[in-house]
């Protein structure tokens, strides 16, 4: 059992699907954002940097994984989302982007920004659709960026994401320029149906300000009822994972959580592999967020939400926000914006 365990541990930190978080800035707000995006965020990703952290990636996994160039929102710096495709097709990693098309004003202006990062080696567009995007996001605009990027990288590489909302019929009344305001689900569907639709249409994590803004939608929890929910398999063996600019290695899609620091990657991968876990990570990864809230409750003055929580992600950002606050684990909670913007 041990040596199953052993074995098992030692491959951890071993994701297939890597994003490069350029920076968290987006154009939008959104309701769902697990990384707490928004346009209070200022910072960049240096083009040195993407190039030690695309060089760290391949030295530390070889082969076998591609990267996503994401955010916030990577088109709104475009010199440096052309360079960061250059340096991962010469580093030879299968590259996409990821984007809300929200800076997609002309379909000739958009078709050419995808012909150059397509010269430079992109192999992909990911283009996200969807009720919370489209709060900000007109669906005129996300139809022109998938059209634009269709023409230059075909079809069959670029992915609406989720196709399902493109557009919603019932929506069809307010036209494609309008922003739509989530409420309009509720005044269509009642607060129940509408709740049910966005959260389990879309599969809706709780983390981020999902919890807070979408919660009142569906029955909450109390932190009881999470008691015996763990989070090792997405913390540790998650197939899916972000580095961001200020050198955080976020697991899964745990916005606000650092493994630690993507400048060592082998040595840090090495500590996960042989069992040595930040003790905030080791009690995340075996009692889950319930095992923080106790302590947070116990020993630093933490207070349930009077209400319950969303989801297990929901109590576990609200515990972390209280103790980042009371300056406990800030280098696992981190970074300390995310935590400001919930
Ligand atoms: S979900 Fe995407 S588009 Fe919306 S705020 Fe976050 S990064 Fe921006
Ligand atoms: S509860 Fe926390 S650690 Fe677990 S999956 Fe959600 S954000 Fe990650």
Redesign the pocket.
Known sequence: MKFEHQNRQASALKPRDIGLILSYR?M???A??I?N??PNWHDWMTEDAVQTALENEKACWGEGFQVHLT???PFLNFPLLLKAARIAHQLGIPVYVET?AGWVKRYEFAADRFQQLRDAGMMAVLV?VSP??QESIPLEQTLHGISAARSVFGAERVMAYQSEWLPVPEMSQYGLKEKIPLNRYIEMYGKQQAGLRLWMGFGLISGGRAGYRLGKWIPKRPAESFENESCRQELLFSQHSHMDLYGNFIPGFCGGISLGDWHGLDSMVDQYRMGKLPLAVQILANNGPFGLFEIAAETYGYMPLRDGYAGKCHLCVDVRAHLERQGMYQEIFTPALFYQNL
Request: with cysteine; charged share 5%.
């Open positions: 987006c939008a707000n959104c769902h954002c990384y995006c928004s955010g916030g929102e809300n996200s919370f995007h």
